[in-house]
């Protein structure tokens, strides 16, 4: 007799995951890469009004999505500017400057997906900065960003 083991389905429920507090944003992991063999992330970020995002940059190992659930949230691609409303999907892949912002005067929802799961460290490295007291400052974000195969636009 053969034993088949089903897959586990995981369910993240509202209030769970892990919260990762970046200045005016707060990022709730729902899925971290660890329970899909690292293959894919996903993230629900709630960015305060005026908040910037981090300095434009390019991936070169993962690619990038976003769902705008609420709110409006400027993409900037290169020196483009993108404004997606709720219902907009933008897909970064590896090598394609961006960044993104709130610039309303009202809170934005995001989902976030990274393909593989490399770039959840990266927020938690970040979190880590901004906890010892450490300003965010751009040449921060960028070390960090540089220790997951990420590197400034310019």
Known sequence: MTDITEPAVVLVRPGEGETILLGTTRMRVLEDGSRTGHRLAVAESVLAPHTDGPPQHRHAEHDEGFYVLSGTIRFTVGDQHHDAPAGTFVLVPPGAPHTFANRTDHPA?????????????????????????????????VETMSRYATGPAQ
């Open 109 to 141: 929802v995001l989902l976030s997906t990274f393909t593989p799961d490399l770039y959840v460290q990266y927020f938690r490295d970040l979190a880590e900065v901004l906890a010892s007291g450490r300003p965010m400052t751009r040449e921060a974000n």
